[in-house]
C-alpha cells in the first residue's frame, strides 16, 4: 500500500509543487493584502481625526473672531463719536444761539457721516478680523500640529500680538481717512437740500446710494487701505523692527494685504456693506409707517414712498443710528453680519489655505 502511494507521489511530483507554491503564493497574498488594508484602514483614521481635529479647531476659531468684534464696536464707536461729535451741537441749540441754522446744518452732514461711517467701519471690522484671526488660526493649527517635531513655528505669542495690533489703523488713520471722504460725500449729497425739504425712504435711499458711489468708486484708495495701511515703511513700523519674529508679522501682514486686495474679498466686503445698509434703511422705515387705518388699508411697500419727513426731523432718527450699529449688545445689524453666508465661506477658505502643511514653506 506504502509502495502505492508512493509510486502515486512520484508520477504526480509537479503537480504537487506547483498546487503547493499556488497555495503558499494566495497565503502570503493574503497576508500581504491583509496589511495593506489595515494600512489604508490606519491612514483613513488619522486623516479622519485630523480632520475633524481641524474642523473643531476652526470653529472655535470663529467663536474667537466673532467675540473680538463685539469687543471692538465699543472703541470703534467711541472713535467715531468723538471726531464726529454731534452731540455737542445738538447742547448747543437747546441754548437757542443766533446761528442756530448754521449749527442744524451741521449737525445734518454730522450726522449723516457718523452713521455711513459707523455701517463702513463696522463691515471692515468683521471681515477684516475673519481674516486675521482665520490666518492666525490656520498657522497656529499647523504650530500645534507639527510644533512637537521641531518645526519652526510660525505664530509665536509676540507674533501675534504685534500683527493683531494692525487693526489700529482701521481705528486710527485709516478710520479719519474714511471719515473725510464720507463727509465730503455727504456734503455733496446732502448739503444744498433744506431742512423744511421731505423725503420719503426710497429718497433717502437714492441719497444714501449716490453717497456710496462717490466713496467706493470716487475715492483715489480702495477700501482696503483704511483697514491696512498699504505703504511698505508703514508696515515695518507696525512690526516693530526687524528681529526674526518682527519678520514674521510683516510676512502676516504682507499675507493679509495679499487677502485685502482679492476679489473674494472685495465680494464679501460689498455683500456686508450692502446688508448693513439693507439693514439701516430698515431701521429708518419704522419711523416713516403711516398710522394704521381701517378706511385706507395700504401696502408698506407703497408707504415708503408716500409717507415723507422733514430732513429736520430725520436727522435726530439717523443721529442715533450709531448706538445701534456699533452695539457690543448683538443686534440684528451685528447678527446679519457675523451670520452672513459669504463671510463664513470666505472664513472657511482662508483658514483651510494658512492650515495646509505647504504653507510652512513658503
Known amino acids: 500500500m506504502f509502495s502505492s502511494a508512493w509510486n502515486f507521489v512520484k508520477r504526480h511530483k509537479r503537480k504537487f509543487i506547483f498546487a503547493g507554491a499556488v497555495v503558499g503564493g494566495v497565503y502570503v497574498l493574503g497576508k500581504y493584502a491583509q496589511k495593506k488594508i489595515r494600512e489604508i484602514q490606519e491612514r483613513e483614521a488619522t486623516e479622519y481625526i485630523a480632520q475633524a481635529r481641524r474642523q473643531f479647531h476652526f470653529e472655535s476659531n470663529q467663536r474667537t473672531c466673532n467675540m473680538t468684534v463685539l469687543s471692538m464696536l465699543p472703541p470703534l464707536r467711541e472713535a467715531i463719536i468723538s471726531q464726529l461729535n454731534s452731540e455737542s451741537l445738538t447742547a448747543l441749540l437747546k441754548t437757542k444761539p443766533d446761528n442756530k441754522l448754521e449749527i442744524w446744518e451741521d449737525l445734518k452732514i454730522i450726522s449723516f457721516t457718523r452713521t455711513i461711517v459707523a455701517i463702513y467701519s463696522t463691515s471692515m471690522l468683521v471681515v477684516l ?18 510644533g512637537k517635531s521641531g518645526t519652526t513655528v510660525v505664530a509665536p505669542p509676540d507674533v501675534q500680538q ?24 455727504v456734503q455733496n449729497s446732502l448739503g444744498s437740500l433744506s ?28 477700501l482696503s487701505w483704511y483697514m491696512l495701511a498699504d505703504d511698505e515703511n508703514a508696515l515695518t513700523d507696525q512690526a516693530c523692527g526687524l528681529t526674526e519674529n518682527d519678520v514674521m508679522t510683516i510676512r502676516l501682514l504682507n499675507e ?3 487677502m485685502l486686495d482679492s476679489p473674494d474679498f472685495t465680494t464679501v466686503l460689498n455683500a456686508c456693506l450692502n446688508r448693513g445698509f439693507s439693514r439701516l434703511l430698515d431701521n429708518l422705515a419704522e419711523f416713516f409707517r403711516q398710522p394704521p387705518s381701517d378706511s385706507a388699508p395700504s401696502s408698506f411697500p407703497d408707504s415708503l414712498s408716500a409717507v415723507s419727513l422733514p430732513l429736520a426731523k430725520i436727522i435726530p432718527i439717523i443721529n442715533g443710528q450709531i448706538n445701534t450699529i456699533c452695539s457690543e449688545t448683538p443686534s440684528h445689524f451685528v447678527q446679519d453680519l457675523l451670520m452672513n453666508d459669504q463671510v463664513k465661506e470666505f472664513a472657511a477658505n482662508v483658514y483651510e489655505t494658512f492650515s495646509m502643511p505647504q504653507e510652512l514653506q513658503k
Open 129 to 146: 478680523l475673519r481674516v486675521q484671526l482665520n490666518i492666525i488660526g490656520g498657522y497656529l493649527y499647523l504650530d500645534n500640529s507639527t
Open 195 to 222: 431742512l423744511k425739504q421731505s423725503l420719503s425712504v426710497l429718497e433717502l435711499e437714492q441719497q444714501l446710494s449716490w453717497i456710496r458711489a462717490e466713496v467706493e468708486a470716487g475715492s483715489e484708495r480702495s
Open 256 to 258: 493679509t494685504r495679499d
Open 162 to 185: 504685534q500683527y493683531l495690533s494692525s487693526i489700529q489703523h482701521l481705528l486710527g488713520d485709516g478710520l479719519t481717512a474714511l471719515m473725510t471722504v464720507v463727509k465730503k460725500a
